[in-house]
């Protein structure tokens, strides 16, 4: 063979060799390099070069969060209730190398480590804690997870309860104990609503019998002064026509003295306008001693008597 093909050959062979040998970590990702067996670098995100043969990538290890959902566990609670929880468990790897040697199955080991976490706090809650704690669950949980980790170079972010699920009896009971509750509390409402109809109606009924009282007040009040008005204006009615009778009398006896009447006829005028005066209304009439003479000759005039 032509040493010029063999050494082609051997350039293109070495070629191929120093490229393969060209590594591009991408982005979020981290490479695990040995160097004839042990540890030797952790490359980040760019171009590296590795040294052929003696070098090799170990593992590739992502750096975003992952999630894992684990498959439902069986639990026993304080009051020795028996359920399945299945967990979701959020994580990152913060630390390539310690990922790599730290644990031989990292995801294997964190589902375990949450099954028995899981176990043990659960352990210490009755029932009804379990159902009604899910917060306080996960809290516990994400820390003696992290604090669990950390010598794998995994940070636990956030672990969550996904599903609860009691036994099928229990699940009876408690969808009886809910529906008797709701049934309790309409019950309730119902006597509350019926209890505020009847009050409302009390009061309406009270506020039309205060009205109904005001206005029968204010009404007698009006009719009092009306007939207050009335009672003033019918006196002061009297008292004009009283006046204008003597007005005219007097007017009429002046008239008399002015045409030259005589004490006669002065003194009979006078006794008509007494009569007049009484009107029928007053039992007596007191009549001057200077025409009670000249009354004499009518006597029957000197008393009237109403009635």
Not at 103 to 131: H, K
Request: proline share 4%; glycine share 4%; net charge negative.
């Amino acid at each position: 063979m032509d040493p010029l093909v063999i050494l082609l050959i051997i350039a293109i062979v070495i070629l191929c060799i120093l490229v393969s040998c060209i590594k591009i970590v991408p982005q979020a990702n981290a490479y695990i390099i040995e160097r004839l067996g042990g540890y030797q670098a952790t490359w980040g995100v760019g171009m590296h070069f590795k040294v052929p043969i003696i070098d090799r990538i170990a593992k590739r290890v992502p750096l975003k969060e992952q999630v894992v959902d684990f498959a439902p566990q069986p639990v026993i609670t304080k009051d020795n209730v028996t359920m399945r929880i299945d967990t979701v468990v959020f994580f990152q790897i913060t630390d390539p190398k310690l990922f790599a040697y730290g644990v031989e199955n990292p995801l294997m080991a964190i589902e375990n480590l949450t099954a028995t976490t899981l176990r043990n706090i659960i352990g210490d809650l009755e029932l009804d804690d379990t159902l009604t704690s899910r917060e306080t669950i996960n809290t516990k949980m994400r820390a003696s997870l992290d604090v669990a980790t950390d010598p794998w170079g995994i940070k636990v972010n956030r672990v969550e309860l996904k599903n609860i699920i009691p036994p099928a009896a229990i699940q009876d009971a408690m969808e009886k104990q809910m529906k008797a509750e709701r049934e309790r509390r309409e019950a309730i409402l119902i006597a509350e609503g019926e209890k505020k109809s009847t009050i409302l109606v009390a009061e309406g009924k009270k506020a039309e019998a205060i009205l109904a009282a005001e206005a029968e007040k204010e009404a007698q009040i009006l009719r009092a002064e009306a007939n207050k008005e009335a009672t003033i204006r019918e006196a002061e009615g009297q008292a004009e026509a009283i006046l204008a009778v003597q007005k005219a009398n007097a007017d009429g006896i002046r008239f008399i003295k002015e045409a030259g009447a005589d004490e006669s006829v002065i003194k009979l005028k006078s006794l008509e306008a007494f009569a007049k005066a009484a009107d029928g209304k007053a039992t007596k009439i007191i009549i001057p001693s200077e025409i009670q003479g000249f009354a004499g000759m009518a006597k029957s005039v000197v008393e009237t008597v109403k009635e």
